[in-house]
T-cell receptor
């Protein structure tokens, strides 16, 4: 069964450092999402890509966060500089194309900022 | 703002019993709803979905009920098993359609199944 891949699974960093997360969606899925999930809460959308284009980044803190999906396949989410409040699970999801398509999630990257 | 919420933050059931997890939503324009299961340290796993033109949908051991009149969604799990222990999230499609729709998650309900 095809799955969304994410790496690393865990990341510990010090504040003010740069971190990057990688996501490889299910093959053929045009839409890719990055979510942030704080412990005990539901995921919150950070950015949505349709192929290589950003569709929605209204909730992405653009002063420190950036995301790219250059070839419309895998994607990278970067934080620079990391702050203590960035500690969370970062989830990637993908879906084939339309609004009726289910989003399938990867295992996430657990970020701890010290 | 408009949001998705849950009536019960925790639910404890005995193995073999049926479980019902509830969710209230406030956006009457939402047209697609999904239940996800999230085990500790893992990403959310799709369970079942329902569109607003339906009021019931059944899967394997799970049933989702949608009551648009009172904006209520429920997930029923039959013969609950220890492997069902997880946090369950409902999510709603709050977007305008096409490729620019936004899935908004509720806070989650922790289901604990006692052997």
């Amino acid at each position: 069964e095809a799955e969304v891949a994410q790496s690393p699974r865990y990341k510990i960093t010090e504040k003010s450092q740069a971190v990057a997360f990688w996501c490889d969606p299910i093959s053929g899925h045009a839409t890719l999402y990055w979510y942030r999930q704080i412990l005990g809460q539901g995921p919150e959308l950070l950015v949505q890509f349709q192929d290589e284009s950003v569709v929605d980044d209204s909730q992405l803190p653009k002063d420190r966060f950036s995301a790219e999906r250059l070839k419309g396949v895998d994607s990278t989410l970067k934080i620079q500089p990391a702050e203590l409040g960035d500690s969370a699970m970062y989830l990637c999801a993908s879906s084939p194309d339309s609004e009726w398509d289910t989003q399938y999630f990867g295992p996430g990257t657990r970020l701890t900022v010290l | 703002g408009e949001s998705v919420g849950l009536h019960l933050p925790t639910l404890s059931v005995q193995e073999g019993d049926n479980s019902i997890i509830n969710c209230a939503y406030s956006n009457s324009a939402s047209d697609y709803f999904i239940w996800y299961k999230q085990e500790s340290g893992k990403g959310p796993q799709f369970i079942i979905d329902i569109r607003s033109n339906m009021d019931k949908r059944q899967g394997q051991r799970v049933t989702v009920l949608l009551n648009k009149t009172v904006k209520h969604l429920s997930l029923q799990i039959a013969a609950t098993q220890p492997g069902d222990s997880a946090v369950y999230f409902c999510a709603e499609n709050m977007g305008s359609g096409g490729s620019n729709y936004k899935l908004t998650f509720g806070k989650g309900t922790l289901l604990t199944v006692n052997p």
